[in-house]
Structure formats: structure tokens, C-alpha cells
């Protein structure tokens, strides 16, 4: 596995650092909350973003996308970390499309991966169903009858689901509620009858949804891959969002540590700049020492999407975990080394808290994945 980019690889990341910083800074994400925005993204952004292929990068050429892959998407999302830049591009590029990629039919792929691809419509993955990440915990049902199937029940936290043209829910056809045998994943137009759909605005001042399913009637064509085997495809889909986020997060690690510097640098108590009291040089030095291996984890976790998927699993489950623990680290040396003010709304310190927190619990927080690569490993 190479630990260094290419020269296609630094153009790319290099071209989104100078994109987002300019059409997505921080201040765009405070504009979103303090306006209460109806669709807590610019429509603008996302259709600057589709022009400059990033709905297309991590999609195969023959479905109308570039087939860079997830070491460029992981880059992407990296750089969009440092600016805590909102977008669908996560619920909609990495969990709608690799759900449809890895078990959608040929027809489905042919239909549907290419409107994804030129950003023309937006995803949400339907999974959770309580406070905490349990995949496999599943109660909403999805009754077989002669003209499809009906589904009755209710998904929480939803991300992007109040704005998402289409949703792929994860449902129950067979078994009990805490067994991965008998989950299905099907594809629903978000405007079908009996969808009851509510925002929630998070603590990141991010987008997620509760929505409630009452008699929804879909077609038999809405299955994604075999009837009762979807969970092996939702794995799949997970772990790839999972090592996105991850590097969402190494992104914000990298900003926060930056800006945590810079301060030190510049403030002073008692005639000197603390950035020479040897306490702090110490805190800072187990940051930088922290971001450094999850730069290493992350590398290889996006490289194992594209060439290694046998190590997919375990490798989620490494960079989540890790970087779970390490954005939590930094945004807390952040807050405390910036003193009064960083518990303020004045600095961008506590956006970057906030956005940590609420990364951590998506599909997992540090815990579940800990478990989860014992279990893996056979312990």
C-alpha cells in the first residue's frame, strides 16, 4: 500500500481544498443555522459539486461515473472536513450508490447510478432504528403481497432524509428483530403515500430525519438484491461509509490542530507566548502524534475499498474507532487550549466539537467498533 499520493491524487485533493474553502467555508455552515435553512445544504454547492464530478468519482464508467475511486472520494471528504462543508454527498454518493452498485440489479444499476452520477438526485439510507448504532436490530416489516410490499414502522436518525428524493430502507421480511437473516433493503421514492417524514436539525447543525412508515405500498422491483440476504450488502455499504466519515474527521482533526497552533502561537500570559510552556508542547505533540497514525489508517482503509474489499471489514472498523477517539481528543485539547473562548460561539472551535460528536455515533461509535474488530480477529 502506498503512503504517499500520486501526482492525479495531490491535483484532485489540492483542487477541492481550494473549491471548498472558497464555496464552503465555515461561515456557510453558521449562514445555514442561524437562517434556519429549509434544506440545511446550498442546492447551489451540490450542483457546483456534480459539475466537477464528484457524484461521478467513485462510479463505475460504465454507469456514467469517472471511476477514480474511494482513495479520491476519501480526499474529497477530507477536505471538506477542514471547512465542516454540508452536502449529500455522504448519504447520496457513498451510502445510496454503493447500496445500488453492490446489490442492485442490472437494471437497476443501468437506471439509477447515472442520475447519481450527474448529481441530478439524492439519497438516504433508512437504517437506525434506535438511540444507538445496532444494524441488525430491524423491526420495521415489509409484508409480501401479490403487487409488491407494504412497509409499516419507523427509522431515526435518518441523515439527509427530510431533503433526499429517494430512500433505501432497511427492513424486516423474515426472522426476529435482532437477527441478521431476514433483512431486506429496498428503494422508495421519498413522496410515496404513507411516508411521514420529520427534521432534525442536530447538534452539529446538520441534517437527519425521523420518518414513519404507515401502510407504504411499493412495487416487487423495489427489492435490492435477494430477499432476506441484504444485510451482507448493508456491511458493505456501511464499512465504505464508515472509512468516508473517517476521513471527514481526519479532515476536522487536521483544522482543529492547525488553528490550536496558530493560537498558541499568538497568545500570551505572563509575557510569553504559551505556546512555550512546555505542558502545552506536550498536549500538542500527542496530538500530532495521534492525526499521524490515522493518516496511516485511513490511507490503507481507502485503498482496501477499491483493491483489497476482503480486508473491509476490520479496516472500517480500525479508522472508525481510531478516529473516533482522535477528532474527540483534539476537539477537547482545541476547546481547553483556547481558554474562555473557545466555549464560545464567536470561535469555530465549538462547531468542530459539536460536528465530532455527532460523527463519532454515525454508523458506530468507538466502543461498538472496538467490539466489533475483537469479534472480527476471533476474540
Same mark, same amino acid.
Given at each position: 500500500?502506498?503512503?504517499?499520493?500520486? %501526482?492525479?491524487?495531490?491535483?484532485?485533493?489540492?483542487?477541492?481544498?481550494?473549491?471548498?474553502?472558497?464555496?464552503?467555508?465555515?461561515?456557510?455552515?453558521?449562514?445555514?443555522?442561524?437562517?434556519?435553512?429549509?434544506?440545511?445544504?446550498?442546492?447551489?454547492?451540490?450542483?457546483?459539486?456534480?459539475?466537477?464530478?464528484? =457524484?461521478?468519482?467513485?462510479?463505475?464508467?460504465?454507469?456514467?461515473?469517472?471511476?477514480?475511486?474511494?482513495?479520491?472520494?476519501?480526499?474529497?471528504? %477530507? !477536505?471538506?472536513?477542514?471547512?465542516?462543508?454540508?452536502?449529500?454527498? &455522504?448519504?447520496?454518493?457513498?451510502?445510496?450508490?454503493?447500496? @445500488?452498485?453492490?446489490?442492485?440489479?442490472?437494471?437497476?444499476?443501468?437506471?439509477? *447510478?447515472?442520475?447519481?452520477?450527474?448529481? %441530478?438526485?439524492?439519497?438516504?439510507?433508512?437504517?437506525?432504528?434506535?438511540?444507538?448504532?445496532?444494524?441488525?436490530? @430491524?423491526?420495521?416489516?415489509? !409484508?409480501? $403481497?401479490?403487487?409488491?410490499?407494504?412497509?409499516?414502522? *419507523?427509522?431515526? &436518525?435518518?441523515?439527509?432524509?427530510?431533503?433526499?428524493?429517494?430512500?433505501?430502507?432497511?427492513?424486516?421480511?423474515?426472522?426476529?428483530?435482532?437477527?441478521?437473516?431476514?433483512?431486506?433493503?429496498?428503494?422508495?421514492?421519498?413522496?410515496?403515500?404513507?411516508? $411521514?417524514?420529520?427534521?432534525?436539525?442536530?447538534?452539529?447543525?446538520?441534517?437527519?430525519?425521523?420518518?414513519?412508515?404507515? $401502510?407504504?405500498?411499493?412495487?416487487?422491483?423495489?427489492?435490492?438484491?435477494?430477499?432476506?440476504?441484504?444485510?451482507?450488502?448493508?456491511?458493505?455499504?456501511?464499512?465504505?461509509?464508515?472509512?468516508?466519515?473517517?476521513?471527514?474527521?481526519?479532515?476536522?482533526?487536521?483544522?482543529?490542530?492547525?488553528? =490550536?497552533?496558530?493560537?498558541?502561537?499568538?497568545?500570551?500570559?505572563?509575557?510569553?507566548?504559551?505556546? =512555550?510552556?512546555?505542558?502545552?508542547?506536550?498536549?500538542?505533540?500527542?496530538?500530532?502524534?495521534?492525526?499521524?497514525?490515522?493518516?496511516?489508517?485511513?490511507?490503507?482503509?481507502?485503498?482496501?475499498?477499491?483493491?483489497?474489499?476482503?480486508?473491509?471489514?476490520?479496516?472500517?472498523?480500525?479508522?472508525?474507532?481510531?478516529?473516533?477517539?482522535?477528532?474527540? *481528543?483534539?476537539?477537547?485539547?482545541?476547546?481547553?487550549?483556547?481558554?474562555?473562548?473557545?466555549? =464560545?460561539?464567536?470561535?469555530?472551535?465549538?462547531?468542530?466539537?459539536?460536528?465530532?460528536?455527532?460523527?463519532?455515533?454515525?454508523?458506530?461509535?468507538?466502543? &461498538?467498533?472496538?467490539?466489533?474488530?475483537?469479534? *472480527?480477529?476471533?476474540?
Amino acid at each position: 500500500m502506498a503512503l504517499v499520493l500520486n %501526482e492525479e491524487q495531490r491535483i484532485l485533493k489540492d483542487s477541492a481544498r481550494e473549491f471548498l474553502q472558497e464555496n464552503a467555508p465555515v461561515e456557510a455552515l453558521r449562514k445555514l443555522r442561524d437562517q434556519s435553512d429549509p434544506t440545511g445544504y446550498s442546492p447551489e454547492l451540490w450542483q457546483k459539486m456534480a459539475e466537477l464530478g464528484w =457524484t461521478a468519482i467513485a462510479i463505475p464508467e460504465e454507469f456514467g461515473g469517472l471511476e477514480f475511486g474511494y482513495l479520491g472520494l476519501g480526499l474529497i471528504f %477530507e !477536505e471538506a472536513g477542514h471547512t465542516l462543508a454540508a452536502s449529500p454527498l &455522504f448519504s447520496t454518493v457513498v451510502l445510496g450508490a454503493s447500496a @445500488i452498485e453492490l446489490g442492485g440489479s442490472d437494471e437497476q444499476k443501468n437506471s439509477l *447510478l447515472p442520475a447519481i452520477a450527474a448529481g %441530478e438526485v439524492t439519497y438516504a439510507l433508512a437504517l437506525e432504528e434506535r438511540s444507538r448504532h445496532a444494524p441488525n436490530f @430491524i423491526e420495521l416489516k415489509a !409484508e409480501q $403481497n401479490a403487487e409488491g410490499y407494504v412497509l409499516n414502522g *419507523l427509522k431515526c &436518525f435518518v441523515l439527509d432524509g427530510h431533503s433526499a428524493d429517494k430512500l433505501i430502507v432497511v427492513a424486516r421480511t423474515s426472522g426476529k428483530s435482532d437477527e441478521e437473516e431476514g433483512i431486506s433493503l429496498f428503494l422508495v421514492d421519498a413522496e410515496t403515500a404513507g411516508i $411521514n417524514c420529520t427534521r432534525t436539525i442536530m447538534l452539529d447543525s446538520r441534517n437527519a430525519a425521523r420518518i414513519e412508515f404507515t $401502510n407504504v405500498a411499493i412495487p416487487a422491483d423495489a427489492l435490492i438484491g435477494e430477499l432476506d440476504k441484504g444485510f451482507a450488502i448493508l456491511d458493505q455499504v456501511m464499512d465504505r461509509g464508515r472509512i468516508a466519515l473517517a476521513a471527514e474527521m481526519l479532515g476536522g482533526c487536521l483544522e482543529m490542530f492547525q488553528r =490550536t497552533l496558530e493560537y498558541l502561537k499568538e497568545r500570551e500570559q505572563f509575557g510569553v507566548k504559551i505556546g =512555550t510552556f512546555q505542558a502545552l508542547k506536550h498536549r500538542a505533540s500527542i496530538m500530532f502524534t495521534e492525526i499521524e497514525l490515522s493518516k496511516s489508517v485511513i490511507l490503507q482503509a481507502l485503498t482496501a475499498v477499491d483493491e483489497k474489499p476482503e480486508d473491509l471489514a476490520r479496516l472500517a472498523s480500525l479508522v472508525k474507532a481510531r478516529l473516533c477517539d482522535t477528532f474527540q *481528543l483534539v476537539t477537547d485539547e482545541a476547546t481547553q487550549m483556547h481558554g474562555g473562548i473557545g466555549v =464560545t460561539d464567536d470561535l469555530d472551535v465549538g462547531l468542530f466539537l459539536k460536528r465530532a460528536r455527532v460523527a463519532m455515533q454515525i454508523l458506530g461509535d468507538a466502543a &461498538f467498533h472496538k467490539d466489533r474488530y475483537a469479534t *472480527l480477529l476471533g476474540y
